[in-house]
């Protein structure tokens, strides 16, 4: 099982995901745990004063709604009986024990899921902390759940092929689905998920999911008031349909509100880097690419995705790269300068010149060279054996600290300590 938890502050907007669902037929209120009514009974008045006067009891606690998603198995053989006592057992576990709430069966994707619409303000005005509620207390209740009710572990599925595309994500496809709604899913998703450092790397992930944000031309409202305007794109990344501005989602994906996202995913990501340049390296050196699409299908086995960043004219004049599995995004450059488009052309083109500078750079911090070494950049470099000795030679020279102080300027060299008598 897989819990995915959003709080907000719109209950009416979140209810009226889930009714007109209802009213497409491609869900159902199977449950309305604390209300008077039984959940056939109730209509969208019911549901919606009942969790509003709870809200109005606290105005201070702007976040006063939760929109969970409880997603399921293939193998799991649930009935609504069972539906129904997951999403009450889910609740009481992550302390919402006596909160009022409606959960909704979804049959719009390919898995068993439900949706689960509450508040976090108490029947005493008092607001449940929500603070990292998914790490803390969302995972104990998960696994609780799957050994109660043997439902498939989340973990088994981790361990299973990985797959580029994350699970709860799909690509976006232009009149496959309501368009706000699918770009919604997509957006709450990789804002909060992913870390990145600007509107640019955003978009590159972003892109795989066919959406992109648009920051407006010079000079237009959107641009000058820091807003951003959400579009489609079809399979060549061309802009389909009638974009929608970001003031139009309740969470407000707007660039002036990115800003503090683009300085968190600054630092988030830096522990990342190093995995994502060893897996790069580890990449490159396995095969021969002739070309950078070469290289992009090279790295998507490894969870790793290479968007071109093309020039009007044609040339690529940046890579970036975008690590699903760490949810990182990093520029070329940011990496290193091996990694950079420039770079990486160069050692595509000629990957005898350029490949055994990029392991001469990445080994030099490391110490003196040994022999697996000395053989993985003879092999990528393609030295000669009658070079062999010079090239040894000239590594020990690179690495290896010289012995002694001689060749050390007098005025650099440490004083010695004068020994007590």
């Known amino acids: 099982m897989v819990a995915v938890i959003h709080s907000g502050s719109s209950l009416r907007e979140a209810l009226n995901y889930n009714e007109n669902k209802v009213k497409r037929g491609v ?96 029947a005493d005005g008092t607001a449940i902390n929500l603070h990292n509620i998914g790490r803390t207390r969302s995972e104990a209740a998960r696994k609780q759940i799957e050994i109660e009710f043997s439902l498939v572990r989340a973990e088994e599925r981790k361990r299973q092929a990985f797959e580029l595309k994350p699970a709860t994500l799909s690509v976006l496809q232009y009149g496959k689905a309501e368009t706000k709604q699918a770009i919604s899913g997509v957006l709450q998703s990789v804002i909060k998920d992913y870390n990145y450092t600007s509107l640019a790397e955003l978009n590159a992930v972003l892109s795989q999911y066919n959406v992109y944000a648009d920051p407006g031309a010079e000079g237009s409202r959107v641009k000058k008031g820091e807003g951003l305007l959400f579009r489609v794109l079809d399979g060549q990344g061309r802009s389909i349909g009638v974009p929608i501005k970001a003031s139009d989602f309740h969470f407000k994906p707007t660039l002036k509100s990115l800003q503090s996202r683009f300085a968190a995913g600054r630092i988030a990501r830096e522990r990342h880097a190093i995995r994502l340049r060893n897996t790069i390296d580890k990449v490159v050196s396995a095969g021969r690419f002739q070309d950078l699409k070469g290289l992009q299908e090279g790295l998507k086995p490894e969870g790793i995705a290479l968007v071109l960043r093309m020039s009007k004219t044609g040339p690529v004049y940046g890579l970036t790269y975008v690590d699903h599995r760490t949810k990182s ?32 750079q990445r080994l030099a911090p490391h110490g003196p060279v040994t022999s697996d070494d000395q053989s993985v950049f003879q ?43």
């Open 27 to 122: 869900a159902e209120c199977i449950d309305a745990g604390y209300f008077i009514k039984n959940a056939e009974d109730l209509s969208y008045r019911d549901k919606y004063s009942r969790l509003q006067k709870l809200m109005d009891l606290n105005a201070r606690t702007k976040v006063n709604t939760l929109h969970i998603s409880l997603n399921f198995a293939a193998e799991d053989k649930l009935d609504k009986a069972l539906l129904r006592q997951i999403a009450g057992a889910y609740l009481d576990k992550i302390g919402f024990a006596s909160q009022p709430y409606l959960v909704y069966e979804h049959r719009d994707a390919g898995h068993r899921h439900v949706h689960i619409l509450t508040t976090n303000i108490r």
């Open 329 to 360: 995004v990093f520029n070329g450059s940011d990496l290193g300068k091996a990694y950079s488009a420039k770079a990486v052309q160069q050692a595509l083109a000629s990957p005898n010149s350029n490949s055994s500078k990029v392991i001469v």
């Open 379 to 421: 092999s990528l470099g393609g030295i000669s054996s009658e070079g062999k000795q010079e090239t040894d030679e000239l590594l020990n020279s690179l690495f290896n600290s010289s012995s002694g102080d001689q060749s050390v300027p007098w005025q650099l060299r440490k004083p010695r300590r004068r020994r007590g008598r």
